[in-house]
């Protein structure tokens, strides 16, 4: 049906020129064209350009980017295009459904005889910011009502963002939960510190992890892993290897066996052959003076003993990472730790960013340069770690693109030996957030 909308009077120059124009997309069938009037003049000012297609074929080429609203006749025949929205519908209804999927980010007004105020209704509900009867239809009106609803479509679309910021915020949380636990260390003579900062271009948190678990015999036993690729995949498969090695751990699992297990985990839960996982796993002795190594293509942990430099742990004997291998093998390598000691282990977004402008990398050996200065300068635990990993980003020249994951382990003789005989130092620590410092409170170990 023909949509004539009556021609505005002569506005002053100033009222047709100042302002941002508008642009209308007008979808009605009139094959004479009488809706070509080439602007209106809105009250405000702004200026309508009007674009007028015959049906949704030629609505789909003149709908642009700087198409602002959409004017639809539900008088329009449905043709092809809306086949499959007509089961239960009106035509009205169904050429709209489609228009609404065709353009979601448009303002859609949807235009009506004055007897089908039902229909004009059901548009609204079904997603059309407004409605407009043919008979009522005029330049003022029709300018108001597109401003209005080009409003109401941006605030929708805000609402929309805000919905879906708060979802993937308690998501992050749920998988920060799952890859950042607390530590099960309850009755320990070990301090635990950590420092979580995702990689800059990701919402979500990647696919590093770490935990830390005292069995009832007394061991401690930490873990740190990354899984290769970013987003929230990768971070599901985290979690999984984590809960996984917890509960290994806790019935007694321990090195290759442990580490042959979670390869089968990971085998069964990745969606790609390709996806494999790096992992550093210690087991230290219930007098806190030795422990097992197991590296699974991961890097070394750097060890601090007391009056010496910091160094690296031995890797020569560590196995591929998991995934790579159907029936690799993952040696338990014996070190010593000595009486007061100091354990840092990491995921590789800490030795991977750059240094300068140039392509060269900081690598394991600048990393223990590093922290042997901050080690000089008097740096311990949290305070420590949070100079690394800020170092690190100011060496990058700004974000690194990897994740960064970084846990330490402390253990100070003198304070074990001042403790009464007997006494079980309880080790309750808030679970780190990532980028942030531990709150106040929580132990901080003098490394």
Not at 226 to 236: F, I, K, L, S, Y
């Amino acid at each position: 049906m023909p949509v004539s909308v009556p021609q505005p009077c002569s506005a002053p120059a100033a009222e047709t020129s100042s302002g941002a124009g508008l642009t209308l997309l007008v979808i009605e069938d009139d094959p004479a064209g009488t809706f070509t009037a080439p602007e209106l003049s809105a009250a405000a000012g702004a200026r309508v350009r009007i674009r007028a297609a015959r049906n949704l074929t030629e609505a789909g080429r003149l709908l642009t980017d700087d198409v602002d609203c959409i004017l639809l006749d539900l008088a329009l025949p449905a043709g092809a295009e809306s086949r499959g929205d007509r089961e239960g519908d009106e035509d009205g209804l169904a050429t709209l459904k489609h228009v609404l999927r065709m353009a979601p980010r448009h303002a859609v007004l949807a235009l009506t005889a004055e007897d089908d105020a039902e229909l004009a209704a059901e548009a609204v509900r079904v997603g059309a910011q407004d409605h407009l009867f043919r008979g009522e239809l005029d330049s003022r009106l029709l300018s108001r009502a597109i401003r209005y609803a080009v409003e109401r479509k941006r605030a929708d679309v805000a609402q929309h963002q805000l919905t879906e910021s708060r979802l993937r915020a308690q998501e992050n949380a749920r998988l920060e939960r799952g890859l950042l636990p607390t530590p099960l260390l309850e009755g320990s003579d070990l301090r635990f510190a950590a420092r979580y900062r995702p990689g800059r271009s990701r919402a979500l948190l990647g696919g590093d992890f770490y935990d830390t678990v005292r069995t009832p015999d007394g061991t401690v036993h930490a873990m740190i892993g990354d899984v290769c690729g970013h987003g929230p995949d990768e971070a599901a498969l985290g979690v999984e290897l984590r809960i996984a090695w917890r509960a290994l751990t806790l019935a007694g699992l321990c090195g290759d066996e442990l580490l042959s297990t979670l390869q089968q985990v990971l085998e069964h839960e990745r969606e790609s052959e390709e996806i494999f996982a790096t992992l550093c796993t210690v087991d230290i002795a219930p007098d806190g003076r030795r422990a097992g190594l197991c590296l699974a293509g991961h890097p070394a942990p750097l060890i601090a003993r007391r009056g010496r430099a910091a160094q690296l742990l031995p890797y020569e004997d560590g196995g591929p990472a998991l995934g790579l291998l159907p029936r690799a093998r993952w040696p338990r390598r014996q070190v010593e730790l000595g009486g007061s000691w100091s354990l840092m282990m990491y995921t590789d977004g800490l030795i991977e960013g750059r240094v300068g402008d140039g392509t060269r990398r900081l690598g394991q050996d600048g990393m223990v340069a590093m922290v042997n200065r901050q080690l000089a300068e008097g740096l311990a635990g949290e305070e420590l770690l949070e100079a690394a990993v800020t170092h690190v980003r100011e060496l990058n020249g700004g974000e690194l693109t990897d994740d960064v994951a970084v846990l330490l382990l402390d253990r100070d003789q003198e304070t074990v030996r001042l403790r009464p005989a007997g006494a079980g130092r309880s080790v309750n620590i808030p679970r780190p957030r990532p980028g942030r410092s531990s709150p106040a409170g929580a132990q901080r170990p003098p490394l």
